[in-house]
C-alpha cells in the first residue's frame, strides 16, 4: 500500500461544469493522487475529461456505481477501461453484476471497486428498504460478493474497515467516503469518520469531496487534510 498520504487522498470533484472541475485539478495538481469523477460530471462532460487527464498520466476515477442487466455492465465497463481509467465502481448488491463487470474489464488494468453501503444509508434507511441485517453485516457479506468475482476493492464507511479486514482478508483495497475533517459539515453522509480515523482504521484509500471542494481556500483544506493523514500513518 502506498506510504504517501497524497496517493491516499482521491479528491470527489462534485461540481456543476467541467470547467470548475479544470479549476480545482489546476489549483490542487500533484497534491492529489488521483481525481474522482462522478455522476454530477459524468453527465455533463466528464467522460472526455477522464479521458484527458488519463492522457496525462493521472489516475482517474470513475464513480459511475453501475447497477444494470449484466450485458450493460459489461460493455460499459469495457468503455470505462477504454478510456484509461484507474478506478470504476459498481454496485456490489448481487454477484451477476460484478460477474459482469469483471467480464467487461477483460485483460486492462482497470480495477474495479464494489460499492457495498452506501455511506450516505443507516440502519434505518436498511430497514427501510427492507433490509433486516445492520449494515455492518452487509457490507461483510458484498465484500465477500466481490472478492468472489476477482474484484480489486471496495467502497465502504471506515467503521466498517475492520469487518471488512475480518470477512474478506487483506487482499482488497477498502476506499472510503464519509470522511469529515473535525468541524466539517456532514451533509447528506450518515457513517462518517475524520481523516486520521480512517487511516488507523486501515483504510487504502479516503475519499474526499465537499470539505475540499467547497472549502472557502480547497488548497489548504487538501494540505490539512494531507498533514492529518500523514500524521496517522506514523
Ligand atoms: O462530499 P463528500 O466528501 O461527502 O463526497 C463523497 C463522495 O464519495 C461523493 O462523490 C459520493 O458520490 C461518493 N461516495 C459515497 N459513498 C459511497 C460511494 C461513493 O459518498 N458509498
Do not use: W
Not at 46 to 75: Q, W
Not at 211 to 226: F, G, N, S, V, W
Amino acid at each position: 500500500m502506498a506510504s504517501k498520504a497524497s496517493q491516499r487522498l482521491i479528491v470527489a470533484l462534485d461540481v456543476p461544469t467541467v470547467e470548475e472541475a479544470r479549476a480545482l485539478i489546476t489549483s490542487l495538481g500533484k497534491m492529489v493522487g488521483c481525481y474522482k469523477i462522478g455522476l454530477e460530471l459524468l453527465i455533463t462532460g466528464g467522460g472526455d475529461l477522464a479521458r484527458e487527464l488519463a492522457e496525462d498520466g493521472m489516475d482517474v476515477f470513475i464513480d459511475a456505481k453501475l447497477l444494470d442487466i449484466p450485458r450493460t455492465v459489461e460493455r460499459a465497463t469495457a468503455n470505462v477501461a477504454e478510456m484509461g481509467a484507474k478506478f470504476l465502481t459498481v454496485h456490489g448488491h448481487d454477484r451477476q453484476t460484478l460477474e459482469a463487470a469483471a467480464a467487461g474489464r477483460g485483460k486492462s488494468d482497470l480495477k474495479l471497486l464494489a460499492v457495498t453501503v452506501l455511506t450516505s444509508v443507516d440502519g434505518g434507511d436498511l430497514a427501510q428498504q427492507g433490509v433486516a441485517i445492520p449494515a455492518e453485516d452487509l457490507v461483510a457479506q458484498r465484500a465477500k460478493f466481490a472478492k468472489q468475482a476477482g474484484f480489486d476493492g471496495v467502497v465502504a464507511s471506515p467503521a466498517e474497515v475492520g469487518a471488512i479486514r475480518q470477512a474478506v482478508g487483506s487482499k482488497l483495497s477498502i476506499v472510503t467516503p464519509g470522511i469529515r475533517p473535525a468541524g466539517a459539515a456532514k451533509g447528506d453522509q450518515k457513517r462518517v469518520a475524520s481523516p486520521a480515523t480512517a487511516i488507523k482504521n486501515g483504510a487504502d484509500y479516503l475519499v474526499i469531496g465537499r470539505p475540499i471542494t467547497q472549502a472557502e481556500d480547497p488548497k489548504a483544506a487538501t494540505q490539512a487534510i494531507l498533514d492529518e493523514i500523514k500524521k496517522a500513518l506514523k
